[in-house]
């Protein structure tokens, strides 16, 4: 980036560490709070001075230092005008990351149509209900051997390690189709991917082994095509899709599907927990029920606290904010599932009896989450499931003793000790 000033070198420098979900944004000490408001909580809700910026407007300016002039969004309404432009947005990172760091980060996240519109392409048919319909009986046998496991290794077990973290690591694998070991050799940089100590140098390192593990998968079924994703898009398209395309867009895979699918399996038994009686009545619910209270956990919860930012192409009036070109506009996924105007009632209630709401916890328009369906079929398999395996469970802390996290981009739980009973 020969030439970029020193406020673009910096602000590269911040953009490189959020553009990494993975990584551990506490260690980034010199960000003022008003910064790093949306990416902080207060217990499971939005800081009050983030309440406080979405009842007053709906575009406001952050000031990063030295960094881009930046809006952030808090409305739903205005949010989905930005998410769903793909002419007055860019989410392509280069102009500051440089070509090398955007080409290593691969995915789809941090890429514009053509080229998004592509590689897109070869994903979507695999996301389908149809498609994912494979997927069923395996995931209940999955959530089944973890209740197993956590019976094994109670009466007093984390359940973000015993439960939530493995078993959207095991259905990315079961989706890809990946042999056992790569799954074993992905299995220990899987965590480490999201071990959030030393500064996430450990989540770098092991983002750049699991791409070879991913990169081995891809050289083995180019010969020998699986029955998962990988093989089906090699089977359909061969050469048509390049061996890095294919290896990023199984690196997004895990980036997208695994911390955040994890995160709302620990944050939504916290709630569980939480509510008086909601525990037996998830145990007791018909699929309907299921499927409205999973959709109230992930509006109330948003655990992708801000969708990836976007660079303004061209000045234009944004809700009568002025925006420049070049200015990031980030939008807070978390305020705009908890505006005023999205539902019936306090937004800031977590009610699963109200009716499934638009929410934007997987974000909207092109970038919008490919891995909806799925996420859905492994919270509607877990919750029920162990609900009805542990009718007695219960936080084996203090409900204020619960270690949330307290600034990341996917917010979460570090351990979460239950009593099974
Ligand atoms: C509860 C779990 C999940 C949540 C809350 C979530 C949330 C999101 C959000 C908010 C975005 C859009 C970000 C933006 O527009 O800036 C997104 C994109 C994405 N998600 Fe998810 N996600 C989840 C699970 C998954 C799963 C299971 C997969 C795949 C196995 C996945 C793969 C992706 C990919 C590849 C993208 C990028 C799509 C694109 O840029 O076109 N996600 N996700």
């Known amino acids: ?11 590269a420098v911040v953009l490189r560490w959020g553009s990494r979900r993975e990584v551990d944004l506490s260690k980034v000490r010199f960000l003022p709070s008003r910064i790093t408001m949306p990416l902080r909580r207060d217990g499971l809700d939005p800081l009050p001075a983030l309440r406080r910026l979405a009842d007053e407007t709906p575009v406001s300016r952050l000031r990063i230092p030295f960094g881009p002039t930046a809006w952030l969004v808090t409305s739903h309404e205005v949010a989905r005008t930005v998410l769903a432009d793909k002419d007055t947005y860019s989410t392509d990172v280069s102009h500051l990351l440089g070509e090398d760091a955007k080409r290593e980060q691969g995915g789809l996240g941090f890429t514009d149509p053509p080229d998004h519109t592509r590689l897109r392409k070869f994903l979507t048919p695999e996301f389908t209900m149809r498609r994912l319909a494979r ?13 197993d496991a956590m019976a094994e290794a109670g009466p007093t077990v984390d359940l973000v390690q015993e439960f939530a973290i493995p078993i959207p690591f095991e259905v990315i694998c079961e989706l890809i189709g990946l042999d056992d070991l790569q799954r074993k050799r992905l299995e220990g940089l899987g965590q480490a991917r999201f071990d959030i100590s030393a500064g996430g140098t450990g989540a770098f390192g092991a983002v750049s082994q699991s791409r070879e593990v991913l990169a081995d998968a891809v050289a083995q079924q180019r010969i020998d095509p699986g029955e998962g994703l990988l093989g089906q898009i090699i089977r359909e398209h061969g050469d048509a899709i390049s061996d890095h395309d294919l290896t990023g867009l199984l690196d997004g895979l895990f980036t997208g599907g695994f911390e955040t699918t994890a995160s709302m399996i620990a944050l939504g038994t916290v709630l569980l927990l939480r509510e008086q009686g909601q525990l037996a009545t998830v145990a007791a619910a018909d699929d309907e029920a299921v499927h409205r209270t999973v959709e109230e956990m992930l509006r109330y919860l948003t655990v992708v606290q801000v969708a990836f930012p976007r660079f303004a192409r061209v000045d234009h009036d944004l809700h009568g904010t002025q925006v420049s070109k070049g200015d990031v506009v980030m939008c807070s996924l978390l305020a705009t599932d908890r505006d005023r105007a999205l539902v019936d009632g306090d ?14 916890a997987f974000g909207y328009g092109f970038h919008r989450c490919v891995g909806a369906e799925l996420a859905r079929m492994e919270l509607r398999a877990a919750f029920p499931a162990l609900a009805r395996r542990f009718p007695e469970l219960a936080l084996a802390v ?14 979460g739980v570090e351990s979460l000790p239950v009593r099974l009973g």
């Open 1 to 11: 980036m020969p030439g970029a000033g020193l406020k673009d070198r910096i602000g």
């Open 135 to 147: 997927l069923g009986p395996r995931i209940d046998q999955i959530v089944s051997d973890r209740l």
């Open 347 to 360: 937004p800031d209630l977590f009610d699963p009896t109200r009716p499934a709401s638009q929410h934007d």
């Open 398 to 411: 203090d409900a204020k003793d619960v270690e949330y996290r307290k600034l990341s981009l996917v917010f």
